[in-house]
């Protein structure tokens, strides 16, 4: 019986009937994404549903560029909490880095992945991009912070604030020791290691904020950069990139956070405050943005140019009115709620979760009114307004993401604590 | 080195789209693919209304916002004004199409070839030809061109990457106007060395006033035009090009 004691924590390594059916699932639905994928890379592009501006009236970036923008945005979650945590030393959320450490490296390998398809030559936008890349570009700064150095800086931080779980589930028998005793390479958490780590992770964490910030806006910049564009042309972009990031990466580590306490059935570990916290983070967030909403808003119809005109009234009132109206209510309907419980101070798990969710719904359309209509619409020369509607491969490319995520999170959960191990349970 | 530039007279452009059509054969652009366009516009109320006609090749900016987005360097701007696309360096990310404002990008959607202006194998085109066949592929189109080689006149397509009006490089480069100054019957369209004050873009840029395409964006465009007037909100654009692949 000594060895049900010194079982790895949180279900790692063992797999139930329903853990199977989810992967295989899963498995599927990434296997349609890559089909679906296949069949654009041996057509080419024709396969979606871009087509060129101006006399083809289409949109030339579509769903790919959408979501790789909201993939990026999600990632803010994950390095923002772990940092803040990390700054602050708030003890009641330490559960929750991790988890959100994990949503952010994985959230930013899929924003890579989304860019991809996008691209007509997919091969060589990766090599020519080490061959002539140009700094001028505002490309440039999505790969080079976003991808290489945010991603990189969210790997390291992530390797080191694991060690130490690594080093204890290390002392326990199983067949992932070897990997284990490889990630903790040789850190035993003893006090001097521990006081030099605090010290590392401290360090990181504050030279990781300046470029959480960065390289949100520099994904602005890319739109908030073009004059040719209009809608796009705005110093707002940046700042606004960087709150709705922070919105919809929140909103789901909330979600996710639930998922996962009602999975492994930590009530105790992850207790309602820790939601509450969260949630009051999330809530800052949306009124920064609703904000930023109103002035955009005040801009756009006070004395607009010609050209705004036009495209203004396409949001407002127009083809893409339900989808504005939709987003503003979901994102004031999220701060309602959360406001509410605030003020009466009593929160729901639930209702916290509600309102993580109505902002994925925000997130997602208002990443589409920034693509779609400034193309569509948005043409300087009177070129006949245009339409967009994304076909069957790229849903399934997007959808096929979505499950990609879903399966690098599960895999993870089983293969290492996705919550620091508690000192009680460390086994003999 | 000469700086090439472009000026469009619209009070004798009687958009007959002769242009767009010359530019389609020489360039043996993919269907659907407009580097010339002609814009229709009628402007008022009936009775009262104006029909009139606005070419837009690429404007070959000075300040070509396509050029400083590309994250390569495909697209650039060669010493003499022509912006030109490195059809072999294209990543296919289509960010010079949304940044520029004049519409004027095109993107491979899907292999071009059997895709061009005409397909000259075509069982029904045979009797026509008596078989033969005419120079269907350009080959002046697949050659590098300028100081550092890079194929820019738009051959050897590919899908995947995106093409736009080169000023037919292939043919300024040897002496010759672009396909579509060339082709005009009512000489609209001239080309040649704004710096060369002999030359007649010079001489008619010197003699008449002149305005830009959205000289509010900053771009200052190479092409200039002389009579006629800017687009403004209230012009309508009538027998609109409807191609799409």
Redesign the interface.
């Known amino acids: 019986m000594a060895a049900r004691v010194e079982r790895l924590p949180y279900g790692i390594g063992r797999f139930s009937a329903g853990w199977i059916v989810l992967i295989v699932v899963l498995l599927a639905i990434v296997a349609w994404g890559i089909f679906a994928y296949s069949r654009q890379f041996v057509?080419?592009?024709?396969v979606t549903g871009?087509?060129?501006?101006?006399?083809?009236?289409?949109s030339?970036?579509g769903l790919y560029i959408t979501f790789d923008v909201y993939f990026v945005g999600v990632s803010f979650a994950g390095i923002t909490t772990a940092a803040v945590i990390r700054l602050l030393n708030l003890e009641s959320m330490k559960p929750v880095a991790r988890m959100a450490e994990l949503l952010t490296i994985i959230s930013l390998i899929l924003a890579g992945f989304s860019v991809l398809p996008?691209?007509?030559?997919?091969i060589?936008?990766i090599v020519?991009?080490f061959?002539?890349?140009?700094p001028?570009?505002?490309?440039?700064g999505t790969?080079t912070l976003v991808v290489a150095g945010y991603l990189f800086a969210s790997l390291v931080y992530f390797y080191l604030e694991g060690r130490r779980d690594a080093a204890i589930v290390a002392r326990m028998p199983s067949r992932l020791q070897w990997f284990y005793r490889l990630w903790a390479a040789g850190y035993r958490d003893t006090p001097a290691e521990r006081q030099r780590h605090d010290m590392v992770s401290f360090l990181l964490a504050i030279g990781i904020l300046p470029l959480l910030v960065t390289a949100h806006s520099t994904l602005g910049f890319?739109f908030g950069l073009?004059?040719?564009?209009p809608g796009w042309f705005s110093a707002l972009q940046a700042p606004g990139f960087v709150v709705m990031a922070g919105i919809s990466g929140i909103g789901l580590l909330i979600a996710i956070v639930a998922v996962i306490r009602a999975l492994l059935g930590e009530q105790q570990r992850l207790p309602l405050p820790v939601f509450r916290w969260l949630g009051n983070l999330l809530m800052m967030l949306i009124a920064i943005y609703l904000y930023f909403l109103m002035v955009d808003w005040l801009t756009a119809t006070y004395q607009p140019q010609?050209h705004e005109?036009k495209l203004t009234s396409a949001i407002l009132t127009g083809e893409f009115a339900w989808m504005y109206w939709s987003s503003v209510l979901s994102l004031a309907g999220a701060f309602l709620v959360l406001f509410v419980q605030f003020v009466v101070r009593r929160h729901s798990l639930a209702l916290i979760v509600l309102s993580g969710l109505l902002v994925q719904v925000a997130a997602v359309l208002k990443r589409v009114l920034l693509v779609v209509p400034s193309?569509v619409q948005g043409?300087?020369?009177?070129?006949?307004p245009g339409t967009y509607s994304p076909s069957w491969v790229e849903y399934s490319v997007i959808v096929g993401l979505f499950a990609l995520g879903t399966l690098l999170y599960v895999l993870f959960m089983k293969v290492f604590p996705i919550m620091e191990v508690h000192e009680s349970e460390q086994g003999g | 080195m000469p700086r090439y530039g472009m000026v469009i007279d619209l009070d004798r452009c009687t958009g007959c789209r002769a242009c767009v059509e010359a530019c389609k054969v020489e360039n043996n652009t993919p269907t659907a693919n407009l580097w010339m366009y002609v814009f229709r516009f009628e402007d008022g109320q009936y009775p009262n209304t104006r029909v009139w006609f606005l070419p837009r090749p690429c404007q070959h900016c000075d300040n070509a916002p396509c050029a400083k987005v590309c994250p390569v360097g495909a697209r650039y701007k060669r010493a003499d004004g022509i912006v030109s696309t490195d059809g072999e360096r294209c990543i296919g990310c289509r960010y010079c199409e949304v940044a520029c404002p004049y519409g004027v990008n095109y993107f491979n959607w899907q292999e071009p070839s059997g895709n061009y202006y005409m397909d000259w194998s075509d069982p029904d085109l045979r009797p026509r030809t008596n078989g033969q066949t005419p120079p269907y592929r350009n080959p002046d189109l697949d050659r590098a061109f300028g100081p550092d080689q890079r194929r820019i006149a738009g051959g050897g397509r590919q899908k995947g990457v995106i093409e736009k009006c080169t000023f037919c490089v292939q043919r300024v480069e040897r002496g010759q106007q672009p396909a579509c100054v060339s082709n005009c019957p009512l000489f609209a369209l001239h080309f040649g060395d704004l710096d060369d004050r002999n030359s007649e873009v010079a001489q008619l840029l010197e003699r008449t006033s002149s305005w830009r395409l959205l000289q509010e964006a900053g771009t200052r465009p190479r092409v200039h035009y002389i009579g006629g007037r800017p687009p403004a909100a209230e012009s309508h654009q009538i027998e609109a090009a409807k191609a799409r692949v």
């Open positions: 057509e080419g592009l024709i871009m087509r060129d501006i101006g006399t083809m009236g289409g030339t970036w996008d691209l007509g030559q997919p060589r936008g020519n991009l061959l002539y890349a140009r001028q570009s505002p490309f440039y790969f890319v073009q004059v040719g564009r010609e005109v193309q043409t300087l020369l009177p070129y006949t």
